[in-house]
């Protein structure tokens, strides 16, 4: 069982950035792919990034790629994503997900995080 609790989200002007945080309990962590995910208004929830156990490997949505980046500390049982030149499109409840390490990228997520706004004005 891993439970996953994000922060760092906020309000920020078009252009700026954020660093998200997700915190997991447990201690098989480091065994687990770690995926963000985003939902906007009225919009399905949609794919940004993921990172393997080891942080050898990530996986980005062409949406975002050069502009965010995923990254996780295992001794701290935190993966980040850093979100650069932010765009109003940006604006969406962000989520982290945990997958075990079968198959990469992952193609299920099976522990999600409860979200954490992220609102970008233009």
């Known amino acids: 069982q891993v439970q996953l609790v994000e922060s760092g989200g906020g309000l920020v002007q078009a252009g700026g950035s954020l660093r998200l945080s997700c915190a997991a309990s447990?201690?098989?962590?480091?065994?687990?792919?770690m995926g963000w995910f985003r939902q906007a208004p009225g919009k399905e929830r949609e794919f940004v990034l993921a990172?393997?156990?080891?942080?050898?490997?990530?996986y980005y949505a062409d949406s975002v790629k050069g502009r965010f980046t995923i990254s996780r500390d295992n001794a701290k049982n935190t993966v980040y994503l850093q979100m650069n030149s932010l765009k109003p499109e940006d604006t969406a409840v962000y989520y982290c997900?945990?997958?075990?390490?079968?198959?990469?990228?992952?193609?299920?997520?099976?522990?999600w995080g409860q979200g954490t706004q992220v609102t970008v004005s233009s």
């Open positions: 990172i393997d156990w080891s942080g050898g490997n990530t």
């Open positions: 447990g201690r098989t962590f480091s065994t687990y792919a």
């Open positions: 997900a945990a997958a075990p390490s079968i198959a990469w990228p992952p193609p299920v997520y099976d522990y």
